[in-house]
């Protein structure tokens, strides 16, 4: 004959509500861990030029938007990361004047043989995107004087009429400083390295002398 086990205890029902309240105290804090990874990892993907705006000299490349009827993107010359003196699909590029562009593509192909790339930082600009740097160059640095010491009106800026183009890079810059009035390439400005404009007369006789900046230069004081 068998013997007779004793039947399992059965658990009081107070066990199994400290096992649920300890679940839930374990998923709460779970989720709290989770929530605060995420917000951690979506402020490291902010990009940088938000949380540190960049000098108005350092033309922004993204599309802008401060509010209805203040939208400047591609259209208006505002250029991505990445662009060439050689990249016509972007109006920054396309629209600047054709002896310029063609200076800067002889002088890109040059220069690419001693591993220099031309990147283009800022062309050709509409009048609304140029007004628009201008208002934040004048945010930046309070007052409309000190503004134009980087960023024209937009009746008189050369990006404007296509005349003048930002050069991206300093190993480009370098190299233009260098090689630049060979190809009628010049610096105009002493406060802005990037900042190149067609000379003719470069290739002859070298780059006239800098203005200290665009507010010495006749032409944005028409």
Not at 55 to 83: C, F, H, I, M
Not at 89 to 115: I, K, S
Not at 189 to 214: I, K, Q, T
């Amino acid at each position: 004959m068998s013997p007779i086990l004793p039947s399992p205890r059965k658990a009081p029902r107070k066990f199994y509500w400290l096992i649920a309240i300890g679940l839930l105290v374990v998923m709460a804090a779970i989720g709290s861990a989770l929530g605060h990874r995420a917000r951690n990892s979506s402020q490291s993907l902010s990009p940088s030029w938000i949380s540190s705006p960049s000098s108005p000299s350092d033309v922004p490349r993204r599309e802008q938007r401060a509010g209805p009827g203040d939208r400047v993107g591609e259209g208006d010359g505002v250029v991505p990361d990445g662009v060439t003196v050689f990249d016509d699909a972007f109006p920054a590029v396309a629209r600047l004047d054709r002896h310029l562009l063609a200076a800067l593509r002889q002088a890109a192909t040059d220069a690419a043989d001693d591993g220099t790339r031309f990147y283009v930082n800022s062309g050709w600009r509409s009048p609304a995107y140029q007004n628009r740097l201008l208002r934040e160059a004048i945010s930046k640095y309070g007052s409309e004087e000190e503004a134009a010491r980087w960023v024209a009106t937009a009746s008189t800026s050369l990006h404007v009429k296509g005349k003048a183009v930002d050069i991206g890079q300093s190993d480009a810059t370098k190299w233009l400083s260098e090689h630049g009035a060979e190809y009628g390439l010049c610096q105009v400005y002493r406060n802005e390295s990037w900042h190149y404009e067609l000379r003719a007369s470069a290739v002859a006789r070298g780059c006239p002398p800098l203005y200290a900046d665009p507010t010495q230069d006749p032409r944005t004081r028409q």
